[in-house]
């Protein structure tokens, strides 16, 4: 399944869950993450993101479809991280 992911944290955590995310997923700017996981690594993230998290001020927020294809990515200005692969 392809995500993109974008988290809110407070500054004590925001360390924590960029090296989390970036784990999992490719960095996009800031708070901001997408890429190809399989179902079972985003469960995985999402229990670690919990423990990092205090669910009362952070907030994680994940929007999933099947494939990448079915989403239009447009950027305006700088791409700040380009996910190209080089072979």
Do not use: P
């Amino acid at each position: 399944m392809y995500v993109i992911l974008v988290y809110d944290c407070g500054q004590k955590r925001v360390n924590k869950m960029l090296k989390l995310c970036r784990k999992y997923l490719n960095w996009i700017q800031n708070s901001v993450f997408e890429g190809e996981i399989t179902e079972v690594k985003l469960k995985e993230l999402k229990i670690h993101a919990k423990l990092i998290m205090e669910e009362d001020e952070d907030s994680l927020i994940i929007f999933s479809s099947r494939d990448q294809k079915w989403l239009d990515k447009e950027i305006i200005g700088k791409e700040r991280s380009s996910i190209d692969n080089f072979l």
